[in-house]
């Protein structure tokens, strides 16, 4: 009796093979100059290899979430609050409906004990972007947060240091990274600043501290930049400083994609997010007065979970070259221009 043959193996892929294949296809035409693209100032190639990965390349940890797996991220609707009472009715419905925090924009001083009734903290996690009066009601948060005991995830992003109650979970000192045409220079102004204020200020550089970053449409740049902001920070800052990323997707509506395009990007950006390393995200829906888009935003990050199942590997991209690359790429020239910054 035979033994059955060995299946064939694919070809491995050689730059020189695709090189080849492209220039073919291309009728002649240079591959790398047709096809290379410049993303905010950034080469994007079309071909990577093993060559082009760096030597330590870096890769999200693993979570230690028993509940919500090891690429843990808390999905955290916007309830825009104008009055208390309404904006913790729309923040109960979410939390009812499967979310697993809110991300509340007050539009002025609010009574907490209203606007968090029945809200129990210690089991999700609740984002604060203040509008008027942002000390004042930082204040009335840090009383708030005195009257109960356990952890309070989330973050408060006021753009100042203020003092709240001691608690780790907590990220007191939140900044929000503008979509920017210069990515570099932006993220590196908001880091350097940030590090300089914590390191010359009575808060010590230990302090919890969280970045809200808006996430586009352009996939793996998106990922990339979420990882190198992580990377670049933990960098400077040692494990002092836990970093919460919070990721944003803004609604997206041409025309030529209606009635349904924010599903479309929505989905892709909160991809992105999750795969760049977002602690928690925010899908914004196209209207907020409209319960159904509201729903529709809020089940993007539950279907990833719960379906897709992105939950169940820590950094299901580690070892993609493209994203390695691309990474250690960002990573080294938002390093470059913070140390520039922190020297001058």
Known sequence: MNSPS????????????????????????????????????????????????????FHLAAADS??????????????????PKEGNAEALEHLQQGADGVFFELKGPV???TLLKKIEWPICALHFLP?????????????????????????????????????????V????????PTLVDTVADHIARLYSALRD??????????????????????????????????RLAQPDSPLHLHACSSPWTPEAYAPHANML??????????????????????????????RVARNVA???????????VADPLAGAYFVDHLTHDLSERIWSAVSSRLRS
């Open 131 to 171: 509008g008027a009066d942002p000390e004042s009601t930082a204040r009335s948060l840090a009383n708030y947060m005195t009257s109960f005991s356990g952890p309070a995830r989330g973050a408060w992003y006021g753009n100042g240091l203020l003092e709240f109650p001691a608690n780790r979970s907590f990220h």
């Open 111 to 113: 009574d907490f004990n």
């Open 302 to 312: 539950i279907l990833l979970r719960e379906e897709s199942r992105f939950a169940k």
């Open 66 to 83: 028993g509940f919500l797996g090891p690429r843990t991220w808390y999905n955290c609707p916007r309830v825009i609050v104008n009055e």
């Open 201 to 234: 200020s009575r808060n010590n550089i230990s302090s919890p501290v969280a970045f809200r970053v808006e996430t586009g449409a352009d996939f793996f740049f998106e990922i990339s930049r979420l990882r190198a902001i992580r990377h670049v920070w933990e």
């Open 6 to 57: 060995k299946p064939e193996r694919f070809p491995e892929g050689t730059r020189q093979a695709w090189e080849q294949a492209a220039r073919e296809e291309l009728q002649g035409t240079d591959p790398w100059q047709k096809l290379t693209r410049e993303v905010q100032g950034v080469p994007i190639r079309p071909f990577y290899s093993k060559e082009d990965a760096p030597e330590a390349p």
């Open 265 to 294: 990007k929505a989905t892709t950006a909160t991809m992105a997010a999750i795969l760049g390393g977002a602690d928690s995200v925010t899908v914004d829906p196209e209207a907020y007065d409209q319960p159904m888009q509201r």
């Open 173 to 180: 000192i939140g900044e929000s990274i503008p979509s920017s």
